[in-house]
């Protein structure tokens, strides 16, 4: 159980933590390049006693508390930044040109720095607890890059966690089952035949047959596959043409796909190749299609977010432990940990009393009362995990 000694200590180290946090906001590393995050990271670990493991999975950190055998339980968190420019003026903004922190993850380490300073006050642990601090999750790629590296071998149960500005600060989301969506990145080139823009009836237009498909992709997802299954298929890039005068010969799409279904999902390439390929064989052009799955769907496992419910409940009270009714089409690679062990991921509530702008936005500002609250939830599911396998 989380003791009086503990919260007094989460009382004392909070004010350091919300200063580390704004440090590490005003210095946001992109996915894959954080190597000043991660040094940090492994120096206040080190310091809070745990045995540190860096370069795992490029540039994440392991820790380790407790027994070195026997049932293990983990926390995982990401510490990568996004290619956004910051717009929120406060005093402690990205000191980084078009790099932001607009996704919460500077709060998610000091979360799991918290949790380890929780953990180390302690005299011992009877089981072994891992830390994973993560990098390159906006690519998708960090967690099978320490997946790949070992971080979940011998781990029993993962817990996890991400923000969200639709949650008031003070509270958090709870949901079992499916929580994020399968996600892929979609790539499609469509080849057509150039000319003088004055003449398209002796070309293929590139950019037309692209329009074509943009536009009617939206439409046959709506009459061609099951409207209570959703598929959402957004364009995020689009590149062609040389000239204005020039009619285009080839333009490449760039975008991604979600689907909360596991099976349509892995249906969905085979659909969108055959759907891109009729529009443009009808307007004179080819297209060759690629696509990438990133991540499968998070599923949290219900017991232990059962356990995690019930710890919330008694530090928060009822009402600030909100259920999530519906899962997100957003991608989490949490997933591809959760390929290995069971494991659930906690919603923490950042909206200020002035809402909160979406993720990944450049006004993207959370209430800092969220530390507090997640590392309090998270340290209390940890030792109510332990408690339980003492039993």
């Known amino acids: 159980m989380l003791d009086h000694e503990l919260l007094n200590g989460l009382d004392q180290a909070l004010p350091e933590l919300i200063e580390l946090r704004r440090h590490l906001h005003a210095h946001p590393e992109l996915s894959g390049e954080e190597h000043q995050t991660a040094a940090l990271v492994a120096g206040e670990l080190r310091a809070c006693g745990w045995r540190v493991q860096e370069g795992v999975g490029r540039t994440g950190v392991v820790a380790e508390a407790g027994p070195l055998d026997g049932p293990t339980v983990g926390l995982r968190v990401d510490m990568d930044a996004l290619p956004v420019e910051e717009r929120t003026g406060l005093s402690f903004a990205s000191t980084r040109q078009g790099v932001m922190h607009a996704c919460g993850h500077d709060l998610h380490t000091c979360i799991g720095l918290g949790v380890a300073r929780l953990l180390g006050a302690r005299e011992e642990l009877p089981f072994r607890v891992r830390l994973l601090f993560q990098p390159a999750e906006e690519l998708a790629q960090g967690a099978v ?68 498909v943009v536009t009617e992709l939206q ?94 409940v008694q530090l928060l009270g009822r009402d600030q432990v909100l259920p999530v009714d519906l899962p997100s089409l957003g991608a989490e690679d949490f997933a591809e940990l959760l390929r290995d062990v069971p494991g659930t991921m906690l919603r923490l509530g950042v909206a200020g009393p002035d809402g909160c702008a979406p993720l990944h936005h450049g006004r993207f500002q959370l209430d800092e009362r969220a530390l507090g609250v997640g590392i309090q939830v998270l340290t209390a599911t940890l030792l109510e995990w332990m408690e339980v396998q003492s039993v």
């Open 145 to 212: 890059w320490m997946r790949d590296a070992g971080a979940t071998d011998g781990l029993n149960a993962l817990f996890g966690v991400h923000v969200v500005p639709n949650l008031p600060g003070g509270s958090v989301g709870i949901r079992r089952g499916c929580l994020t969506a399968a996600a892929g990145e979609l790539e499609i080139q469509i080849q057509g035949e150039g000319g003088h823009g004055a003449r398209p009836h002796q070309a293929v237009d590139a950019i037309w047959l692209a329009a074509r």
């Open 219 to 312: 439409q046959a997802i709506s009459r061609r596959l099951d409207a209570l299954q959703p598929v959402v298929i957004s364009f995020g890039r689009v590149e062609g043409g040389r000239a204005f005068n020039v009619i285009a010969d080839r333009v490449r799409l760039l975008g991604t796909v979600r689907c909360l279904d596991l099976d349509l999902h892995g249906r969905l390439p085979a659909w969108i190749d055959n759907t891109v390929q009729a529009i443009c064989r009808s307007g004179g052009g080819e297209a060759e299609v690629s696509y990438r799955c990133i991540a499968p769907p998070v599923h949290n496992d219900p017991g232990l977010t059962d356990l995690m419910e019930g710890r919330a």
